[in-house]
């Protein structure tokens, strides 16, 4: 079994950072594609960023792209969306993702690929 922990949310103003973290348990960490998404109240889901096994490839949602990086660090089973220039529309609940694949540069951007969630770090931008 997979468990996956957000933290790092907070509140924060427009044009600021945040660094978002999620703690993978288990041994699997460094067989999995991982991914950030993130729904606002009353929206869908939305995909914001993805990373292959290996670190080598990356993707990105169209409203987050150069601005937020996701990476990770599998000595440490961790995961990282790292965001700077916050808008308001950024405001969400942000939600780390593992799939476990045999493919090491593929990333997933649709959330039913995915077999594990964590709970949720709520992130708001203010005016």
């Known amino acids: 079994q997979v468990q996956l922990v957000e933290s790092g949310g907070g509140l924060v103003q427009t044009g600021g950072s945040l660094r978002l973290s999620c703690a993978v348990s288990?041994?699997?960490?460094?067989?999995?594609?991982l991914g950030w998404f993130r729904q606002a109240p009353g929206k869908e889901r939305e995909f914001v960023a993805a990373?292959?096994?290996?670190?080598?490839?990356?993707y990105y949602g169209d409203s987050v792209k150069g601005r937020f990086t996701v990476s990770r660090d599998n000595p440490k089973n961790l995961v990282y969306l790292q965001m700077n220039s916050l808008k308001p529309e950024d405001t969400a609940v942000y939600y780390c993702?593992?799939?476990?694949?045999?493919?090491?540069?593929?990333?997933?951007?649709?959330?039913?690929?995915?077999?594990?969630w964590g709970q949720g770090t709520q992130v708001t931008v203010s005016l």
């Open positions: 990373i292959s096994r290996s670190d080598g490839s990356t």
């Open positions: 288990g041994r699997t960490f460094s067989r999995c594609a």
């Open positions: 993702a593992a799939k476990l694949t045999s493919f090491i540069n593929r990333y997933y951007y649709t959330g039913d690929e995915y077999d594990y």
